[in-house]
């Protein structure tokens, strides 16, 4: 047991990065959890999950400056503490998916905005542009094939697409994953609206997305208008196109 605390900087070192995760996890969930309004909340149970996770660290570090109290602190002990003073930087990803939650909230939010332009081609080769689509109602959906709440929401979409086409109505699918991959998911959930890659110019609004799915309304005007998020239920985004499909030109 004596000589089993000697390496206690370094055991709690090695273990550091696996209960940084650990406490992230539990934390987020134990938030999210005991949250009224997730949505709203999500900042502020980021940062307290952020902030669990450097706990290890901490606790590791308290040990070597006890250690380094008694006597100089073992090559065991400085190597557990760069250990877990590298477990620190597994904080950078809830954090980066932060800032980029926050600017797909941001994005997402504009109005009036004229929306920026893309130009790329589809799964099939065929180039899209938005430029084209002056004077229709868009409907950008983000989505990937591993996103559940996309495969719920993809039928609802084309049928919305097919029953509002007519009206002027297109929905673009835009998807970073490789296009094999997308052709494959297209067999299971076929739709009928074009299915976009990244092969072309797509600016970043499009891109900095951490939440799937994710959805931009552009007016016939070709401007940015608010889109319902994907907590609410469909019926808000069928709403939120008829009443960008009655205005006019």
Known sequence: MVKLSKYRVLISGIVSP???IFLYAVVSQALLRASADPEKNWLSRLAIATLAMTVPFVCTLVLAIKDRHRQALSLAGKIGLILATLSLGLAWSPVSDGI??????????????????FETLDLFGNSQRLRDQRGKVVLVNIWATWCGPCRNEMPKLNRLYRERKDQGFIVFGLS?????????YL??????????TLRGQVPNIYRDIARYPAIFLIDRQGRLQPAPSPEQPFEKVEAAVDDLLKQRL
């Open 100 to 117: 980029t939650r926050s600017k797909q909230s941001r994005n997402q939010a504009m109005q009036d905005v004229a929306a920026p332009l």
């Open 187 to 196: 067999k299971e959930v076929p739709v009928s609206y074009p299915l976009l």
């Open 176 to 184: 970073d994953e490789d296009v094999d991959v997308q052709q494959k």
């Open 18 to 20: 696996l209960a940084a």
